[in-house]
T-cell receptor, first 118, second 112 residues
């Protein structure tokens, strides 16, 4: 396993188009997170999954955003009707955490998918 | 005011210098992470700590839970250490296991 993979690495699209990003986490990891990072800022949490269940969504995630992890393995993040403000790096991370644990787990990040909306 | 504040925002050093990056937070936490992000690259986890001090090679991370403060030190800095260093905390309690709140990052440039 080579770590967390994200695809595509770069996406340029026109305003109004839909885009989809894919994240393949480390295979034995049960948790998967999506973050968004704009230039000069730290990442902001978007959503996370425990196996296939989406357990939390940030208020940053508008109705145009949807994330899935249908089989508890890879995840997709779709943005519909993109806007210029959606331009950012979308980061995926995964971890393995025992459900009864403290949750203070180490995350492994992917390289990110950079979105540019023209 | 952000829940996680880093200082300085930008740091320039000469090769060999000892570097300190600071992180202060205003919420109760169960863990604090130090992460490294290279330009155009992904994020690498350097340390996760909940108390005391950890060391890995030339990197040292300390945390003072009472003062809600952590520091990342780099000894004998090298140009390849140039990157953005990010502090992130996991809030204590609640059900948001693993969700991190990030600082804005510190841009480190080490000149040869």
């Amino acid at each position: 396993d080579t770590g967390v993979s994200q695809d595509p690495r770069h996406k340029i699209t026109k305003r109004g188009q839909n885009v989809t990003f894919r994240c393949d986490p480390i295979s034995e990891h049960n948790r998967l997170y999506w973050y968004r990072q704009t230039l000069g800022q730290g990442p902001e949490f978007l959503t996370y999954f425990q196996n296939e269940a989406q357990l939390e969504k940030s208020r940053l995630l508008s109705d145009r955003f949807s994330a899935e992890r249908p089989k508890g393995s890879f995840s997709t993040l779709e943005i519909q009707r993109t806007e210029q403000g959606d331009s950012a790096m979308y980061l995926c991370a995964s971890s393995f955490t025992l459900f009864t644990g403290t949750g203070a787990n180490v995350l492994t990040f992917g390289a990110g998918s950079r979105l540019t909306v023209l | 005011k952000n829940e996680v504040e880093q200082s300085p925002q930008n740091l320039t050093a000469q090769e060999g210098e000892f570097i300190t990056i600071n992180c202060s937070y205003s919420v109760g936490i169960s863990a604090l992470h130090w992460l490294q992000q290279h330009p155009g690259g992904g994020i690498v986890s350097l340390f996760m700590l909940s108390s005391g001090k950890k060391k890995h090679g030339r990197l040292i991370a300390t945390i003072n839970i009472q003062e809600k403060h952590s520091s990342l030190h780099i000894t004998a800095s090298h140009p390849r250490d140039s990157a953005v260093y990010i502090c992130a905390v996991k809030r204590a309690g609640g059900t948001s296991y693993g969700k991190l709140t990030f600082g804005q990052g510190t841009i480190l440039t080490v000149h040869p």
